[in-house]
């Protein structure tokens, strides 16, 4: 029997590189490559120091870094973060065009944009710098109270994993 060039019996097999590219398409990665379907559409970001940016997702790399454009801050403040009879409350402000780099990146989700704002309907919008004013009298206290808190557990000999840029 004689054989058959390898290319012929790649154009004859029907599911050839289809399979191929149908297994790539289902495979899960878990490096920067599964942002890939993401690019030139909007995203939400959530970053170390607790910041929450909107915006579409122009381009990254393997590093994750990533390029925001027509980006929106928002500062949300729940009753949980702010002993006050107010009802949830949200500032935001309009960033433009934002590099953000890989290693402060915590989640990153793609957005419907149908629904993207539904749930500001039940939220009250304050200015952003009054937000972001209150927010970081929220972040001064939590570091209070971790330092409080580490300083305990090294009195038993025991270590706390808090980090001052976690403020998620």
Same mark, same amino acid.
């Not at 012929?8 to 097999?13: E, G, L, V």
């Given at each position: 029997m004689a054989s058959i060039p390898q290319q012929?019996?790649? +154009? +004859?097999?029907p599911m050839g590189s289809n399979a191929e590219d149908l297994y790539l398409e289902s495979y899960a990665f878990t490096t920067a490559a599964a942002i890939v379907g993401s !690019? #030139?559409?909007? !995203? =939400? !970001?959530? *970053?170390? #120091? /607790?910041?929450? *940016?909107? /915006? %579409?997702?122009?381009? $990254? @790399?393997? $590093?994750?870094?990533? !390029?925001l454009q027509d980006t929106i801050e928002r500062i949300y403040l729940n009753d949980s973060q702010v002993e006050s009879k107010e009802p949830n409350r949200f500032g935001e402000a309009y960033r433009g065009v934002f590099l953000v780099r890989g290693e402060n990146v915590v989640m990153l989700g793609e957005l419907d944009i149908d629904q993207e704002d539904d749930h500001l309907e039940s939220l009250q919008q304050i200015p952003f710098e009054e937000a972001e004013t209150e927010l970081k009298s929220i972040h001064k206290a939590k570091l209070k109270e971790e330092k409080i808190k580490t300083k305990?557990?090294? +009195?038993? /000999? *025991? %270590?706390? @994993? $808090?980090?001052? +840029?976690? *403020? =998620?």
């Open positions: 012929q019996q790649a +154009s +004859s097999d !690019v #030139d559409r909007k !995203v =939400y !970001v959530l *970053l170390r #120091d /607790g910041r929450n *940016l909107f /915006g %579409i997702l122009r381009t $990254f @790399d393997q $590093f994750a870094n990533l !390029v305990k557990l090294l +009195s038993k /000999g *025991l %270590i706390n @994993d $808090f980090v001052k +840029s976690d *403020l =998620y």
